[in-house]
């Protein structure tokens, strides 16, 4: 089977609550969706002309201030019935993402490597970081029952994140813990600091 262009429906969901802008979209993967989908300006517009081609989507061109005008994007009942159909399919695959810490650290061969110590306390400031995020976008968007039921789809996703990253921070906290703490990064050699 050919693969789905997963951007499409994307848009399709997020045009599927509410119209929205050119501009809204993108900022879309800045805050909730980019969380665990990613998208480039350079993508998103040429695939809303396409889609509007394919009457998946309309729009509506507004005027603010004096001669700005701009595009606000609905769904139409096509592009809402093609919505449902990839909801309602079962989800086979995973896809894998690209991680460029990960392939990195596939190539340390050795535990003694002066670069591995830097690496892994590099990426546990930044998914300590990230956890702190999500558990911020937790509180003040799921801090009542109400809120949840609302948006139970993004709450179980936005736990799912927590937890991911918790986990993360774990396995970077034992694996610091296991490698040799003094090493000369400037190398990669492993060699001891005198």
Known sequence: MAQKNVLQFIILGLLNEQPLTGYELTKAFDSDIGEFWSARHSQIYPLLNRMEGERLITHETEVTGEKLERKRYAVTPVGAEMLTRWLNEPTRTITPGKDEFALKLYFISDASDGRLH???????????????????????????????????????????????????????????????????????TGAKRS
């Open 118 to 188: 830097v690496m892994l306390q590099t990426q546990l400031q930044l998914h300590r970081s990230k956890l702190e995020h999500l558990e911020g976008q937790m509180k003040s968007k799921f801090s009542t029952d109400s809120q949840i039921r609302g948006h139970y789809g993004h709450y179980l996703i936005l736990n799912h994140a927590i937890r991911r990253e918790t986990e993360y921070c774990h396995w970077l906290e034992d694996a610091l813990a296991s490698a040799p703490a003094v090493a000369d990064a400037d190398t990669g």
